[in-house]
């Protein structure tokens, strides 16, 4: 029994009783706190656009929970990666076998141009030694194909030769022609074609009356291609030869380009005595100016 207060009044009364009762009430029925949905109207449980963009931005799962270019394993199959490369999708299957190495990644090259085609150099180098470079000189710069050519010296032991240090013959080095020439027009190997047309290269160390090691029968090879093509080059054209070629065939060295007044020097000077009796006569005999 409840005993009422003499000093409450009746509705006062009623109201506190009121609420006493009703959290009662709702805790021992179970009943769920207001409703969100009454209070705040419907919450979408899909996040906005940008968030989802952003979500994929970050590598977590799109719509259907599958991320892009992940690794997936088949219980039955070998595992596979789908990748995007260069925008084409490409799918490659690693090797299950046990102690197989992985599948290397593809390789990608840059693509050629030129239709796939190598494009052929517009200049190269080649460096002869033949005796007396002014025969060397008079005669190669009328060959087709050839941009220049340049008297110097090359493979000796003394730094910056001059010619009178050259005509010791005590400095190694060879009288040389450097020669530029357009492979398109003209080959390393046709080049020495003239090379060996010029100059006997069975004569040790001496050409005609010119004797020394600076007059030795040389080619520099300035590439390992260029190494190969002198040697068979120089085997090729032993039997026009009744003796063995003792032509030099080597890497080139520094090249020392030889004084002014020797560059050109035959058709600056073709009335000089050695140019009228030993350049002259090699130049009619190979069909050219003289």
């Not at 199959?77 to 690693?94: E, L, Q």
């Not at 150099?121 to 941009?147: D, M, N, R, Y």
């Not at 080095?173 to 006997?200: C, G, I, M, N, Q």
Request: proline share 8%.
């Amino acid at each position: 029994m409840i005993r009422l207060s003499p000093s409450l009044s009746a509705p006062a009364l009623t109201l506190g009783l009121l609420l006493a009762l009703v959290p009662a009430l709702g805790c021992s029925t179970g009943e769920a706190p207001p409703s969100i949905e009454n209070a705040t109207g419907p919450v979408s449980a899909t996040p906005p656009a940008e968030e989802s963009a952003g979500a994929a931005e970050a590598g977590t799962a799109g719509g259907d929970g599958v991320l892009a270019d992940v690794a997936t394993r088949d219980p039955d199959d070998a595992p596979t990666r789908s990748s995007t490369i260069h925008g084409a999708a490409h799918v490659g299957a690693v090797d299950p076998s046990p102690g197989d190495a992985a599948a290397p990644a593809p390789t990608l090259s840059e693509p050629m141009t030129n239709n796939d085609q190598v494009e052929t150099p517009s200049e190269e180098v080649a460096t002869l030694g033949a005796g007396c470079f002014w025969c060397i000189e008079a005669v190669l710069e009328q060959v087709e194909g050839v941009k220049s050519v340049e008297s110097g010296y090359m493979g000796g032991e003394t730094l910056d030769p001059t010619y009178k240090d050259i005509c010791t013959g005590r400095t190694g080095h060879a009288e040389v022609v450097k020669v530029t020439f357009d492979p398109s027009a003209l080959s390393y190997a046709e080049l020495l074609d003239w090379f060996w047309r010029l100059h006997d290269p069975t004569t040790l160390n001496r050409q005609g009356n010119d004797r020394g090691t600076q007059y030795r029968s040389a080619i520099f090879f300035h590439s390992d291609e260029q190494r190969k093509i002198a040697e068979t080059s120089k085997r090729d054209v032993q039997p026009t030869f009744s003796d063995p070629i003792v032509t030099e065939v080597s890497a080139a060295a520094t090249f020392y380009p030889a004084e002014k007044y020797h560059q050109g020097y035959y058709f600056d000077n073709t009335s000089q005595g050695y140019c009228q009796m030993v350049i002259a006569p090699k130049l009619k005999k190979l069909g050219l100016k003289y």
